[in-house]
């Protein structure tokens, strides 16, 4: 694949264990997310299609995800989870057919977030769309919600829906590491859309896109194709999301966090995420089978748990490789500290270890510790192959809950 990896004043923190130096997004001028991103030796910039209200972005303080950075600002709820479609139904006929069925299908599911920073001033909008009518659960992408200056502390949400009713929204939790939110309203007569099994739309299947692109233009309609899928797309140059949705449909800034629809189903296979801004055609969405994930957990437990390790470390760079006699090439990260009494240490984790693969997966840019950590859970037993002193050696650590 295509080498991704990125610099920006936005970064995200850390997953799954401590960065040796944190790093801090700036309070201002994040341009909506904006991010560098390098591929193939080319730049390119990804636009997290966010929109700003009066120059101010949303955003979050970094911190480190050993001690769990998604947050949750509403109570835990009972829920039997998001229903997910098991097959899709039969398409109708013709492409004009298949996009204005869709669109008067899932319309009504849609909304416009309004974020409102603790003074009570609008800072930001995105979209969003109901996947629970019963209990009023709206799920949308953490950087549509998140607050830079605040952390969240004080900031509070409306939803406005197609038929221009606004209503208050509650956030539940927030996953920054999927870039997955779910909020909550108390309305009645919603309507849900329907997660498709992201694993079954066809590359080259029709798609729409709905949201309320520069805060401004609510309700908007776009189409495209699949145009390629499982993309892995480095959000910051900690947070590489996976299992995304490539399309060609175009989305623009405030069309964050609205459905892609597969439109011959009717169905939503993705939450509009990025874009490409210095191409044309290229966007990507966090695939519906992730959102179903994620949401259940925020909805369930009002944050999303991974698992803990325990370590500070850095990238090991061709210099330290050099003094300490490794073969040219040698890549991975430098254990800098363990924290007493982790899962890390329990394994017999050493400072100055250096941790080369997880579940025989290298660690490098493409795959930092944080991505290839994001899938577990407390309890999840992972393999690490390391080199201590020389020698290649392979040492299971079992995850733990993070310190609170």
Known sequence: ??????????????????????????????????TRVVSGGRAAALLLVGVLIGGISGGATATYLTRRA???????????????ASAPPAASGGVDGEIVGAVQDLLPSVVTIIN???NGQPQSSGSGFVVDAGN???????HVVEDTRTNGTGASFDVVFSDNKKVSAKLVGRDPFTDIAVMQVAAQGLKAATLANSDNVPVGALTVAIGSPLGEFQNTVTHGIVSAKGRRVAETSQVILEDLIQTDAPINPGNSGGPLLWAATHQVIGVNTLGVTQATGINFAVSS????????????NGKVVRGYMGIQYSPLTPRQAAQLGLP????GIIVSQVVA??????????????????NDQVVDA????????????????????LIRAGKEMTVDVTLGQPPQ
Not at 12 to 21: D, I
Not at 289 to 300: C, G, H, L, S, Y
Not at 328 to 331: A, K, L, V, W, Y
């Open 1 to 34: 694949m295509a080498r991704w990896s990125s610099r920006t004043p936005c970064d995200r923190p850390l997953a799954g264990a401590r960065p040796r130096q944190p790093r801090t997004r700036k309070q201002r001028g994040c341009l909506a997310g904006s």
């Open 70 to 84: 998604d947050e949750s600002t509403g109570q835990p709820a009972t829920s039997a989870g998001i229903p997910i």
């Open 116 to 118: 409102y920073a603790a």
């Open 136 to 142: 009023g659960y709206v799920v949308t992408n953490n």
């Open 289 to 300: 089978n992730t959102v179903k994930q994620i949401a259940d957990e925020i909805i369930a």
């Open 328 to 331: 040219t090439g040698t890549i």
């Open 341 to 358: 009494g982790s899962p890390a240490e329990q394994a017999g984790i050493q400072p100055n270890d250096i941790i080369t693969k997880v």
């Open 366 to 385: 493409d795959h930092p510790l944080s991505s290839l950590l994001i899938k577990n859970r407390p309890g999840d037993k992972v393999k690490l192959t």
